[in-house]
């Protein structure tokens, strides 16, 4: 790809959104395949944390791609599926029993680094949201506090991991019903709360977490 290109698709956002220019800065240094990595679903009571990798295409990067977390979910949906067609994706999700064995912290950072791992086509770097980056990785990476906001490829990730583990809630909500994983998708709301406290847990729930631990 020529220097021309990489530049636009740095700004692709606009000012004052994620851009590429992170990406574009490694590209730059020789660093071809740049995956962008984050998780979704460390605060619930219930169900697993996903974590996904993306390698974006610089020249096919889906418009108004941002943090899954200020897009709605028509929005976030959308956008999957032109990231799934155009990019290089991989998931990985840790169990709530893995959860409470390792703690949710490692978990997510485990789950990050079997997502870097899965990828189709090897990463030559990687931009990870938050403070830590995953022990094990075979490459380069960079921790981005609020990275979901700041480079397209962690946005990209945060979208694919937020829409798989919703989606895996929501088909949750079949064998254990009664508990609405389908609308609160295991996050502490009042109904979910209610439901455990009618139903007790189930194998979903972190037992680790609060008020789950005292039952």
């Known amino acids: 790809m020529g220097k021309a290109k990489i530049r636009a698709s740095a700004r692709i956002a606009g000012k004052n959104a994620a851009d590429f220019s992170r990406e574009a800065s490694f590209i730059a240094r020789g660093f071809v395949q740049i995956a962008g990595v984050d998780e979704a679903g460390r605060g619930p009571l219930a169900g697993p944390v996903s974590a996904a990798a993306v390698i974006l295409d610089p020249d096919r990067i889906p418009d108004g791609l941002a943090d899954s977390k200020t897009l709605s979910e028509a929005r976030r949906a959308a956008l999957f599926e032109q ?43 990687a931009l990870v949201d938050g403070r830590d980056i995953p022990g094990g990785l075979s490459i380069g990476a960079q921790a981005v506090i609020g990275g979901d906001g700041k480079s ?64």
Do not use: W
């Open 83 to 125: 990231i799934c067609a155009t990019a290089t994706v991989s998931v990985a999700f840790a169990s709530a029993r893995t959860i409470d064995r390792i703690n949710i912290r490692q978990a997510s950072l485990d789950a990050m680094a079997r997502a870097v791992c899965g990828l189709s086509v090897a990463a030559d770097f």
């Open 152 to 215: 397209l490829s962690i946005a990209a990730a945060s979208v694919v991991a937020k829409v798989m583990r919703d989606r895996l809630m929501m088909r949750c909500e079949t064998r254990y019903s009664g508990y609405g994983f389908s609308g609160h998708k295991g996050y502490g709301t009042q109904v979910h709360r209610d439901a455990i406290t009618r139903l007790g847990p189930c194998a979903l729930h972190r037992m680790t977490f609060a008020p789950l631990k005292t039952c």
